[in-house]
T-cell receptor
């Protein structure tokens, strides 16, 4: 069965702290894709990153970085020097063999000034 | 490009009423999707379409209907609204080819529906 688990329901940190959002997935597929989406308080969904199962290189984009480890079936997301504008719900998702996205429940991130 | 647009943004229905949530995309995407997001939860797929004239059920299709007469439009119909359908509805689209290259889904802003 395909499944995405985001065990952290809510995280609260003070601005400028680093924060890591965890994502653990289950899949029987050998080829798959993983995604992170951001949902700010306004409600829209914003695509952040896609990672395919063949590429285990970590990726950095500004203050955002992603750590993909197939050995532990994890795709964690780190925000460095967090800012208030980073406050949002973050979703991890897995694309299954039917090309549909399986979503985690989301982690609400609160950045306090 | 407007991307993925949804109307209305908000709607309140009475039990038993019907309505259509509109979704349109101008990116020439072949795949379109409808999701619902219940409070504090992740997204659940209601229906999806791989192209004009083709639709299929997702995880939670009961109580909904869809049609895809054009590439651009993918309306979602609620025939007999029930309180359990109170949710935020997201439409999404993506472009899929026969190769392994995958394009992410692009989402509309959502429609907040309350059934009383």
């Amino acid at each position: 069965a395909q499944k995405v688990t985001q065990a952290q329901t809510e995280i609260s940190v003070v601005e400028k702290e680093d924060v890591t959002l965890d994502c653990v997935y289950e899949t029987r597929d050998t080829t798959y894709y993983l995604f992170w989406y951001k949902q700010p308080p306004s409600g829209e969904l914003v695509f952040l990153i896609r990672r395919n199962s063949f590429d285990e290189q970590n990726e950095i984009s500004g203050r955002y970085s992603w750590n993909f480890q197939k050995s532990t079936s994890s795709f964690n997301f780190t925000i460095t020097a967090s800012q208030v504008v980073d406050s949002a719900v973050y979703f991890c998702a897995l694309r299954d063999s039917n090309y549909q996205l399986i979503w985690g429940a989301g982690t609400k991130l609160i950045i306090k000034p | 490009n407007a991307g993925v647009t949804q109307t209305p943004k908000f709607r309140i229905l009475k039990i038993g009423q019907s309505m259509t949530l509109q979704c349109a995309q101008d990116m020439n995407h072949n795949y379109m999707y409808w999701y619902r997001q219940d409070p504090g939860m992740g997204l659940k797929l209601i229906y999806y379409s791989v192209g004009a004239g083709i639709t299929d059920k997702g995880e939670v299709p009961n109580g909904y209907n869809v049609s895809r007469s054009t590439t651009e439009d993918f309306p979602l119909r609620l025939e007999l609204a029930a309180p359990s359908q109170t949710s935020v509805y997201f439409c999404a689209s993506s472009y899929r080819t026969t190769g392994i290259v995958y394009k992410p889904q692009f989402f509309g802003p959502g429609t907040r529906l309350t059934v009383l």
